[in-house]
């Protein structure tokens, strides 16, 4: 099958566009959990918040993108579980599941899977369905680590939005905008290839 029937197809995601094997998946699950774990090194501290700026979120939403539900929820527990057992991965090479910020790991973990899904049914291919995509994502990260934080820190509610949400709508906006511009053009991309 040529590559440009494969991308008009609906159900097809970036990853599957490789040839298919177990051990492609492997290899994808890995260096997804791996890509985030690096992005997560790109971090910057937020005064007056225990959750700095990183880019595991959108490492954690590219990769949900790009390798489909499944898969990106593999990755995701896997980045997960390696750093509750100590791998320091986290943001600020941190690990373990006691800190303020876990509970955005968690969402992420939800958000790949459901962008996943959403790229599945061709929201990376095009700027608005992708911008849907990343909002959608970033949505679910925020409604599971705002609250975690609040309980994690004794926070009320409205202080946890404050320290974990509203400093990071800005960065998410550019991270959104980036994902907007670079998954839709890798389908065009391999679209013209084919």
Known sequence: MSTASVTSRPGVVLADL?????????????GGAALTGLAAQIAVPVPGSPVPVSGQTFAALLVGTALGARRGFLSLALYAVAGMAGVPWFAQATSGYGM???????????AATVVGALARRG???SVLRTAGAMVAGSLIIYAVGVPYLALATSMTLP???????????IGDALKAALA???LPAAWKLIDRRG
Request: charged share 10%; net charge positive.
């Open 180 to 182: 907007m511009g670079a």
């Open 159 to 169: 202080q946890a939005v404050a320290a974990g949400l509203t400093p990071f709508l």
């Open 18 to 30: 490789l040839p298919a094997s177990r051990t492609k998946d492997i290899a994808l699950v890995l």
């Open 100 to 110: 303020p910020s876990f509970g955005y790991i968690l969402g992420m973990l939800l």
């Open 123 to 125: 929201a990376d291919r």
